[in-house]
C-alpha cells in the first residue's frame, strides 16, 4: 500500500510539472512573475511631428520671385512728403533674377507637450544689370531713357514663432499664437558711367498670427500646413505680411524624416522714412524638399 502512494504522488507530481513550466514563462505581454496582463503604455506614441519634442529641418528652397519697387525722393522737412519715385518691376525694368535657389535651416523647441517655438531665416540676395526702355526717378536720382543700370535687392527674415496646441491628439494637432519676423530690406541703383547712385535700406519687426495644422496619416506619413499673417497700418508705416506653407513627410526612421512641400510668402510695406521712403512688394514662392532630424 505504501508504495502504490509514493507511485501515485510521483505520477501527480509529473502531471503539475507542465502547469508550473507555463506559469513561470509567461507570454511576452504578461507580467513576468505574476502572469497578470501588462496594460499598454498609454504615453508611447507613434513618432510623428506631433511628438517631436525637437528638431532641426534643411531644406533646399527655390523660389520664383516678384518683386515691385518705388523709391521715393526724401521730404524737404518734417511733415512733408517728398516726391513719389517710379514704381518699377525688380525682374523686368531692373533685370534681377526671377529665381533664387537656396539652402534654408529650420529649428523647432517643444516646450512641455502644448508649446512650441519654431525659428526660420530667409535671405535673398539678388542683382541686376540692365539697360532701361524709360525715365526712372529713383530716390533724388534721375535714370534716363538707354542708362545701364547695376541695381542690387536684399531682404534678411528672420522669424520667431510661438503656437499653443488647443487640440493634441496621436492624429491631430492644431496650434493657435504669435509671431514676430524681424525685417532689414536694402536696395541700391546706380548708372556708372554718369556716376548716379542711391542706396535706401530700412530694418523693423512684424508682428504675424499663426495658425498650425499637423495630421499624421500613417505610422511613416504625415501632412504639415501652417499659414501667417497680419495687415497694420501705424503713422507714416502700412504694410502685410503672410507665410503659407504645407508639406508632406515620410517618417524614414524614428529620428529622421524626409519630404516634399510648398511655400508662398507675401511682403508688402509702404513707408514714409527718412531711411526708406517708399515702397517695396515682393512675392515669394516656390517648391522645397527636405531633411529633418527630430527628437
Known amino acids: 500500500m505504501r508504495n502504490l502512494l509514493y507511485l501515485a504522488s510521483a505520477l501527480l507530481a509529473l502531471q ?28 508611447r506614441n507613434t513618432p510623428s511631428p506631433i511628438t517631436d519634442r525637437f528638431y532641426v529641418r534643411g531644406t533646399f528652397f527655390n523660389p520664383a520671385i516678384t518683386t515691385t519697387l518705388r523709391i521715393d525722393t526724401q521730404s524737404p522737412g518734417p511733415g512733408l512728403a517728398g516726391t513719389l519715385g517710379t514704381p518699377v518691376s525688380g525682374e523686368k525694368d531692373l533685370g534681377l533674377d526671377s529665381r533664387n535657389p537656396q539652402g534654408r535651416i529650420e529649428i523647432m523647441f517643444r516646450l512641455r507637450e502644448r508649446n512650441r517655438l519654431r525659428v526660420d531665416y530667409f535671405e535673398s540676395n539678388r542683382r541686376g544689370d540692365h539697360v532701361i526702355n524709360r525715365q526712372i526717378l529713383f530716390g533724388n536720382e534721375t535714370f534716363a531713357v538707354n542708362d545701364r543700370v547695376t541695381s542690387s535687392v536684399q531682404w534678411r527674415q528672420f522669424g520667431l514663432t510661438y503656437t499653443f496646441s488647443v487640440l493634441r491628439t496621436d492624429r491631430f494637432e492644431l496650434g493657435l499664437g504669435l509671431g514676430v519676423d524681424f525685417v532689414e530690406a536694402e536696395a541700391r541703383g546706380q548708372v556708372v558711367a554718369k556716376r548716379l547712385r542711391q542706396d535706401v535700406s530700412g530694418a523693423g519687426a512684424f508682428p504675424t498670427i499663426p495658425l498650425d495644422f499637423t495630421w499624421r496619416i500613417s505610422r511613416r506619413f ?51 522714412d527718412a531711411h526708406f521712403p517708399g515702397l517695396f512688394r515682393q512675392h515669394v514662392r516656390g517648391p522645397e524638399a527636405f531633411f529633418k532630424v527630430s527628437f
Open 222 to 272: 504625415a501632412m504639415v500646413a501652417r499659414a501667417q499673417y497680419l495687415r497694420a497700418s501705424v503713422n507714416n508705416f502700412e504694410g502685410s505680411m503672410g507665410d503659407y506653407h504645407a508639406d508632406f513627410q515620410y517618417r524614414w526612421k524614428p529620428n529622421f524624416s524626409v519630404g516634399a512641400g510648398y511655400t508662398d510668402m507675401r511682403s508688402f510695406l509702404q513707408v514714409n
Open 16 to 43: 503539475t510539472l507542465p502547469a508550473h513550466a507555463e506559469r513561470e514563462l509567461p507570454p511576452a505581454e504578461h507580467d513576468r512573475w505574476s502572469g497578470a496582463p501588462i496594460k499598454p503604455d498609454k504615453n
